[in-house]
């Protein structure tokens, strides 16, 4: 039985396959895209850190300090119980439950002001990591991999980072409509980072049967012209054993300092599984990796600050996790002078509401939240936006998702409204069809 494009190949002498061949290439350029480009202007940044804090963190006990006022009826109290405190030469206010990245201030740049529209864990995630409430957009690191390409050609431009699968899996970190080879690489276990590396054979042996694999598969492959999916399967076998050579090294933590470990946390319970992750990350990107996220997930729970209840002894604890990873991470880029061309990025899909939903937990907060990023070409020490007196709405120098990816690109030397995908008959972009670069917090 012949399924339809085996069909059009056979009749019409060839021509419905040819037809079918245009209207691909309408769609998508043929081959895998993996060498580095060209951006578009001269960038900033040259690759990205996401610390992606999923289920939501609370901007009210991190870093937009309110004055607590008490609500009418049983709703609460808005404001939070940690103390804030100013640090560094710039003044930044910051919560007491992250003492760590408070010593880095300096070099943050707050967005009080963030909002969008979905209330949802799986919009907001969508909306954060994608561009759209829905799941079958290409994610912005497959965005940033297309426009960019990878600057080390033994590792994959794009990782992802997590101790457990994020809310909808791949969907948060995948390639979408983009060739397949855009979507990352996804890491649970760092002890056995990459399954199947090692070879069961020598080099000269593997490097013969891969290329007898290699005619075979490009065979295959010239009877089905433009399948991205096919094109993608087969450089990635090429692309594995690339990687046997340099990413058992990279994953590698024995030659670091006991004393770059402790900056991490690692060693400590709490933080020695997330200090792992951002340390690899440094490793990943001072060895040419464009993109690197890490979702903070934990096995069996996907959304560690999603704080519906016991929220302040949950906020600790996902602190306590966190805090001093990151801050470590901050001061490792910078002492390696890694961070001027490195954009760290921290947040989740939303923030937390102002004020107690039930008596110990917070909700879903879409309509103002804080991100912050770092170096890669932003202005560090600086708050910009405002929410309201109660921290509930952005009301000031508003920063909508889309502005945020458009500026992210930006510093990266990509113009969001040039960086297309031809698809199902449109040009899609991760801005979607808006979309602002937030000029003020640029350096």
């Known amino acids: 039985m012949m399924n339809r494009r085996e069909m059009l190949q056979r009749s019409g002498a060839g021509f419905g396959a040819l037809a079918l061949a245009a209207l691909l290439a309408d769609e998508s350029p043929a081959g895998v895209e993996t060498a580095s480009k060209s951006p578009h202007f001269t960038p900033r940044a040259k690759r990205v850190?996401?610390?992606?804090?999923?289920?939501?963190?609370?901007?009210?006990?991190?870093?937009?300090?309110?004055?607590?006022?008490?609500?009418?009826?049983?709703?609460?109290?808005?404001?939070?119980?940690?103390?804030?405190?100013?640090?560094?030469?710039?003044?930044?206010?910051?919560?007491?439950?992250?003492?760590?990245?408070?010593?880095?201030?300096?070099?943050?740049?707050?967005?009080?002001?963030?909002?969008?529209?979905?209330?949802?864990?799986?919009?907001?995630?969508?909306?954060?990591?994608?561009?759209?409430?829905?799941?079958?957009?290409?994610?912005?690191?497959?965005?940033?991999?297309?426009?960019?390409?990878?600057?080390?050609?033994?590792?994959?431009?794009?990782?992802?980072?997590?101790?457990?699968?994020?809310?909808?899996?791949?969907?948060?970190?995948?390639?979408?409509?983009?060739?397949?080879?855009?979507?990352?690489?996804?890491?649970?276990?760092?002890?056995?980072?990459?399954?199947?590396?090692?070879?069961?054979?020598?080099?000269?042996?593997?490097?013969?049967e891969l290329d007898a694999l290699q005619t075979l598969n490009r065979l295959h492959a010239d009877a089905r012209p433009n399948d991205q999916r096919l094109n993608a399967r087969i450089d990635s076998f090429e692309l594995a054993f690339r990687m046997q050579a340099q990413a058992p090294t990279v994953f590698d933590l024995a030659n670091e300092s006991e004393a770059t470990k402790r900056m991490y946390g690692i060693g400590v319970q709490a933080s020695d599984n997330f200090g792992k992750e951002c340390l690899i990350a440094r490793r990943l990107v001072e060895n040419g990796v464009r993109f690197v996220q890490i979702f903070d997930t934990l096995p069996g729970n996907f959304q560690p600050w999603d704080l519906h209840g016991n929220h302040n002894a949950s906020l600790r604890s996902c602190a306590a996790r966190t805090d001093r990873p990151i801050a470590g991470l901050l001061k490792d880029l910078k002492q390696r002078g890694l961070l001027d061309d490195t954009l760290v990025i921290w947040g989740g899909e939303f923030g937390r509401t102002p004020r107690t939903i039930q008596s110990d937990g917070t909700d879903h907060h879409p309509y103002g939240f804080t991100m912050w990023l770092a170096g890669g070409g932003v202005r560090g020490g600086i708050a910009h936006g405002a929410t309201d007196e109660h921290g509930h709405f952005a009301v000031a120098n508003r920063v909508h998702v889309h502005d945020l990816h458009a500026t992210i690109l930006h510093l990266l030397g990509l113009d969001h409204t040039r960086l297309t995908y031809r698809y199902a008959g449109r040009d899609f972009r991760l801005t979607d069809v808006s979309g602002d670069v937030v000029e003020a917090i640029l350096a």
């Open 49 to 208: 850190i996401f610390l992606f804090l999923s289920g939501g963190p609370p901007h009210l006990d991190t870093f937009d300090p309110k004055k607590p006022v008490a609500l009418s009826g049983n709703r609460g109290v808005a404001g939070t119980p940690f103390r804030f405190k100013q640090h560094g030469h710039s003044g930044l206010p910051v919560g007491d439950v992250l003492p760590e990245i408070a010593t880095c201030v300096d070099d943050l740049c707050v967005i009080r002001s963030m909002y969008h529209e979905d209330s949802n864990h799986p919009g907001g995630c969508f909306l954060m990591n994608c561009g759209h409430r829905i799941f079958s957009r290409p994610s912005m690191g497959a965005w940033v991999t297309y426009g960019l390409g990878s600057e080390n050609q033994n590792l994959p431009g794009f990782i992802a980072l997590g101790a457990g699968q994020p809310l909808e899996g791949v969907r948060q970190y995948g390639s979408g409509f983009l060739p397949a080879s855009h979507q990352a690489t996804f890491i649970s276990n760092l002890n056995t980072p990459i399954n199947n590396l090692r070879p069961a054979v020598n080099t000269t042996q593997q490097r013969s």
